[in-house]
């Protein structure tokens, strides 16, 4: 049964980077028909894509937050990462990881495992 | 704004069927990027789950009383036989190539009366 974990700092200071890991487990992170990706969901709010992974280490990220973010992989640890530089309150949310697996069809992807998420405070 | 647009909830009774719509445009549902549906109970940090995927399919262990449906730029989720343990968020996803994402639509709370 694949289940992923995030962990890290629940509180970040405004203008630092946000740093998160997530670990695979009961599956591989070198599939070569799956990305490895994050989604950040604000108190009260809707899921936001913020960006995915392959395990060659091709990136795919949000548009909206390409210029502060950073995704890694790490296939000996069976882990991945995400930084967030610049913090401010907005990136306040529940952040997850996700194994998103590809389809034949164009950008046809769907994420079908998620881990149990982590809330992330940017507060001084 | 989200490119794909929910109604903010939808209700019924026990027994009775629901919709849900996920309204896109000419770049996401309409340019025939596949929709894929998620559930999301209620609770804080209740990670989503995976409800239909390529815009129709089930994934192994949800009811067949689930099931979607796309049509132009809009997709459908539709629930029969409403149960008291399907009160939760439903969001639809696909991709937007004027965003050049993935994108999740608005979200949508289930309410049975």
């Known amino acids: 049964q694949l289940q992923l974990q995030e962990s890290g700092p629940g509180l970040v200071k405004p203008s630092e980077t946000l740093s998160l890991t997530c670990v695979v487990s009961?599956?591989?992170?070198?599939?070569?028909?799956?990305?490895w990706g994050w989604i950040r969901q604000p108190p009260g709010k809707g899921l936001e894509w913020i960006g995915n992974?392959?395990?060659?280490?091709?990136?795919n990220y949000n548009p909206s937050l390409k210029s502060r973010v950073t995704v890694s992989i790490d296939t000996s640890k069976g882990q991945f990462s995400l930084k967030l530089s610049s913090v401010t309150a907005a990136d306040t949310a529940v952040y997850y990881c996700?194994?998103?697996?590809?389809?034949?069809?164009?950008?046809?992807?769907?994420?079908?495992?998620w881990g149990q998420g982590t809330l992330v405070t940017v507060s001084s | 704004q989200s490119a794909l647009t929910q109604p903010p909830s939808v209700s019924g009774a026990p027994g009775q069927r629901v919709t849900i719509s996920c309204t896109g445009s000419?770049?996401?549902?309409?340019?025939?990027?596949?929709v894929h549906w998620y559930q999301q109970l209620p609770g804080t940090g209740t990670a989503p789950k995976l409800l239909?995927?390529?815009?129709?399919n089930r994934p192994s262990g949800v009811p067949e009383r689930f099931s979607g449906s796309k049509s132009g730029t809009s997709a459908s989720l539709a629930i029969t036989g409403l149960q008291a343990g399907d009160e939760a968020y439903y969001y639809c996803?696909?991709?937007?190539?004027?965003?050049?994402?993935?994108?999740f639509g608005t979200g949508t709370k289930v309410t049975v009366l």
């Open positions: 992974i392959y395990y060659s280490g091709i990136t």
């Open positions: 996700a194994r998103l697996t590809v389809t034949p069809r164009p950008w046809g992807v769907y994420f079908d495992h």
């Open positions: 009961g599956g591989s992170i070198s599939s070569r028909s799956v990305y």
């Open positions: 000419s770049s996401n549902i309409g340019a025939g990027y596949d």
């Open positions: 996803q696909s991709y937007d190539s004027t965003l050049s994402g993935y994108v």
């Open positions: 239909i995927y390529d815009n129709t």
